[in-house]
């Protein structure tokens, strides 16, 4: 009879931490998912998200961004897919890198046409949300900034006063100069 109640209390001893184990599993593999859904809403792997991004197409979109492509399932299509008309940071970067008249043949180019030339200059910095350094539009750092990410700057101080520092690579000036690199 002792015998019999000492397994009884193993066998409930080991439901018990097969219950605990399950629900730590449970938990483990919702973290992971909720991980891998992060890291591939922008439809590239964790390996490739310090690398610049793939080409843009024509409106705009990130290269396998399309629901079709299956890079966010779960999503909602309105969560899943960008936006079809490139925001006005997307024009004005474009413009900064292409320069006024390649900036023109881009979907969009008709709105941002109007005033191209005060939005590039005002555009000297730009930076990330998850990072704390700004960077001139055409680094290679800069360029890796996913655009929903990204922050822009019109002058250093302004960078500076959200708490922002220079970055090593581009080395953008410590405060403002006259004659700074976005004025060539």
């Known amino acids: 009879m002792e015998r019999l109640a000492k397994v009884e209390r193993q066998t409930r001893r080991l439901a018990v931490l097969s219950v605990i184990y399950s629900a730590l599993m449970a938990v483990f593999l919702l973290f992971a998912g909720i991980l891998w859904l992060e890291t591939n809403s922008s439809g590239r792997s964790p390996f490739q998200m310090t690398q610049a991004p793939s080409s843009a197409t024509a409106t705009g979109e990130m290269a ?12 909602p299509v309105s969560l899943a897919t960008p936006a079809k008309t490139p925001s006005t940071r997307t024009e004005v970067l474009r413009a900064d890198r292409l320069g006024p008249t390649a900036a023109a043949s881009f979907p969009g180019s008709e709105e941002s046409s109007k005033t191209p030339d005060v939005k590039a200059q005002t555009t000297q910095y730009v930076g990330s949300v998850t990072s704390n350094k700004y ?19 019109s002058s250093v101080s302004e960078a500076r006063q959200a708490g922002y520092i220079p970055c090593p ?8 100069e006259p004659n700074s690199r976005g004025a060539e």
Do not use: M
Not at 65 to 73: D, K, L, N, Q
Not at 169 to 176: F, G, I, R
């Open 64 to 75: 396998g961004s399309s629901p079709e492509a299956g890079s966010s399932p779960n999503l």
């Open 135 to 153: 960077h001139y539009p055409d680094c290679r750092w800069a360029k890796t900034i996913h655009p929903a990410r990204l922050r822009v700057f």
């Open 169 to 176: 690579t581009c080395q953008p000036p410590k405060a403002d």
